[in-house]
């Protein structure tokens, strides 16, 4: 079945580091992917998507490039803030054999002043 | 975007009992569906909630200890059974597919319904 595979954390960098989040996933068909990030005692929201092969999404200095051929969507960040501390989730969202998101473990990130 | 409010936001509940959570949606969805999220842990499917049928339910997860309802495009109830200790977690409700809006795949969340069973 399909899956998702996000590096373990907890990840501490100092403020002004630059972040990389690797995820990899297996899935059949074409699915899209997504980052999800949720914010202490807050729910999941949205970060950033990419729908197809060689997609960047992007949103608030992140950024990750769907890569077919690596089967990978890493997230990475030039230069991480405070606020940025929060748990970070690859998921893959597919439509074959119905709609099913599937998460990857998340990542927490702690930032350092 | 869509927004969702689940409620109760926590609650502390004897073992034995059965306690209903409520997911609002401010838009008509084509899907809602409900996860599990246990502390420190990913996210978990229980359940796809259908307009007007049964939920669709993952392995490991019975209609008996979680039944959902469905009654319209916006609303849905999770009720969560003769509960135990293992039961503590945070349930989310989540939805997508906005009528008229496409399907890009994107999920929107509740803020959860954090459980604490005793």
């Known amino acids: 079945g399909d899956s998702v595979t996000q590096m373990e954390g907890p990840v501490t960098l100092s403020e002004e580091a630059f972040l990389t989040i690797n995820c990899t996933y297996t899935?059949?068909?074409?699915?899209?992917l997504f980052w999800y990030v949720q914010y202490p005692g807050e729910g999941l929201q949205l970060l950033l998507k990419?729908?197809?092969?060689?997609d960047k999404g992007s949103n608030k200095g992140f950024e990750a490039t769907y890569r077919k051929e690596t089967t990978s969507f890493h997230l990475e960040k030039g230069s991480v803030q405070v606020s940025d501390s929060a748990v970070y989730f690859c998921a893959l969202t597919s439509n074959t054999g119905g709609f099913k998101t599937i998460f990857g473990a998340g990542t927490r990130l702690f930032v350092k002043a | 975007s869509a927004v969702i409010s689940q409620k109760p936001s926590r609650d502390i509940c004897q073992r034995g009992t059965s306690l209903t959570i409520q997911c609002q949606v401010d838009s008509q969805v084509t899907m809602m569906f409900w996860y599990r999220q246990q502390p420190g842990q990913s996210l978990t499917l229980i359940a796809t909630?259908?307009?007007?049928?049964?939920?669709?339910?993952e392995s490991g997860f019975v209609i008996d200890k979680f039944p959902i309802s469905r009654p319209n495009l916006t609303f849905s109830t999770l009720t969560v059974s003769n509960m135990s200790p293992e039961d503590s977690s945070i349930y989310l409700c989540?939805?997508?597919?906005?009528?008229?809006?496409?399907?890009?795949?994107?999920?929107?969340f509740g803020e959860g319904s954090r459980l604490t069973v005793l």
């Open positions: 990419a729908t197809k092969a060689d």
């Open positions: 909630a259908n307009q007007g049928s049964e939920a669709t339910y």
């Open positions: 899935a059949t068909g074409y699915p899209s």
């Open positions: 989540s939805a997508a597919g906005l009528a008229g809006g496409g399907d890009t795949g994107e999920l929107f």
